[in-house]
């Protein structure tokens, strides 16, 4: 979405550039922080002196070559991918509420698309916030993931930026473009 965001202010705004960074949420947090950047689109609860709007939520889903049950979770091969600290505290926490144990094998990948293609090709499954329509299209069995007590492990994306910048006509605009994209 955010390609499509940038295409779109820039039919009003075209002669503003943007310097895209691309980097786990509490880094960029840290970049809001320390004045480098604007603002940013982070994913999960981070705690900060920022503002923070609300864009969208994101379920987390299992996702294997084959169908898979509970009870088969453990036995089989976990593909984790290095995520930032809020998204993998909320999967800890699920996984922590579900199996009280590790899997008996784990492989960690730096990227999703090597996940993936992993579970693609059949060697384990993983877990993780996916687009539903990148799913569907991907012919892989999935499902979203429970806490006990019934609510889905969601994950929301958030619009944040310091109390400096709000002042900024550019970035303002910005913002408002971005709230209403995603209501």
Not at 139 to 163: A, C, D, F
């Amino acid at each position: 979405y955010l390609s499509d965001l940038i295409l779109e202010f820039q039919k009003k705004y075209p002669k503003i550039s943007f310097d895209v960074q691309s980097a786990h949420s509490h880094n960029l947090t840290n970049f809001l922080t320390d004045g480098t950047s604007d603002l940013a689109f982070i994913r999960g609860e981070y705690d900060c002196d920022l503002y923070k709007r609300k864009l969208l939520s994101e379920k987390a889903y299992l996702v294997c070559a084959r169908p898979l049950r509970e009870d088969e979770i453990l036995d089989e091969c976990r593909i984790d991918c290095i995520m930032g600290d809020a998204t993998r505290s909320l999967l800890e926490r699920w996984w922590k509420e579900r199996f009280q144990e590790i899997p008996r094998s784990l492989v960690t990948v730096r990227l999703v698309d090597i996940a993936w293609e992993m579970v693609k090709k059949g060697v384990g499954y993983t877990v993780g916030f996916f687009d539903p329509k990148q799913l569907e299209e991907s012919g892989l069995w999935h499902q979203p993931v429970y806490y006990r007590n019934g609510q889905p492990v969601e994950r929301g994306t958030w619009l944040i930026y310091s109390k400096r910048t709000e002042k900024t006509d550019f970035v303002n605009a910005f913002i408002q473009l971005a709230e209403n994209w995603f209501q």
